[in-house]
């Protein structure tokens, strides 16, 4: 079956504009999280929805939003950009019940450059 | 907090050698989860492993196998007899349990670099 699939692969902005990632999950994952991955911070945890509802968010100002639809689509914004949004944005997919017994699966991710 | 911390940055075997990858974590919960993923350069992360903290049972699966030891709260990975296909970044994550506390936490990556 397909994977997750992350769209677009590549975006570049410059600062002050949005932007907005997709990430459609595993057919049938109800759960969908996002990460930002750096060179200086590593990979970071930015929130993760399950059924329409952000069920955890990690510690990252306000300019980062994200949404999930009722097919599990799932969608990150990130508003007023800054130089320091560069960064690969990973989307990762599970079923979202049973607990962690069923791994994440991650998207080739965004990779989002900003001049 | 939880913290993952894997020491070695950077490392480089000559192909058909052994390497251990090494993972510390921290954590105050009883019941967690440890995962390892590999990211080749076109940046996925792929799923390797998953392991609870109730079975330390140690897990091989071909020329990859795995050491957890709660004892020094390691969870060591090995790639018997390396392969040119193995060099990635490898990743050792923590999460907790429960519904909505399953978010991973990264280590900041092994890079592995494998010499034919």
């Known amino acids: 079956k397909a994977g997750v699939t992350q769209t677009p692969r590549y975006l570049i902005k410059t600062r002050g504009q949005q932007v907005t990632l997709s990430c459609s999950p595993i057919s049938g994952h109800r759960s969908v999280s996002w990460y930002q991955q750096t060179p200086g911070q590593g990979l970071q945890f930015l929130f993760e929805?399950?059924?329409?509802?952000?069920?955890n968010k990690g510690n990252f100002p306000g300019r980062f939003s994200g949404r999930q639809f009722s097919n599990s689509r799932s969608e990150m914004n990130v508003s007023t950009l800054e130089l320091g949004d560069s960064a690969l944005y990973l989307c990762a997919s599970r079923p979202g019940t049973g607990g962690l017994g069923y791994g994440y699966t991650f998207g080739s991710g965004t990779r989002l450059t900003i001049v | 907090a939880q913290k993952v911390t894997q020491a070695q940055t950077e490392i480089s075997v000559v192909e058909k050698e052994d390497v251990t990858l090494d993972c510390v974590y921290e954590t105050r919960d009883t019941t967690y989860y440890l995962f390892w993923y590999k990211q080749p350069p076109s940046g996925e992360l792929v799923f390797l492993i998953r392991r609870n903290s109730f079975d330390e049972q140690n897990e091989i699966s071909g020329r990859y196998s795995w050491n957890f030891q709660k004892s020094t709260s390691s969870f060591n990975f090995t790639i018997t007899a390396s392969q040119v296909v193995d060099s990635a970044v490898y990743f050792c994550a923590l999460s907790r349990s429960g519904f909505g506390n399953e978010k991973l936490t990264f280590g900041t990556g092994t890079r592995l670099t494998i010499i034919p």
């Open positions: 929805y399950f059924s329409e509802t952000q069920r």
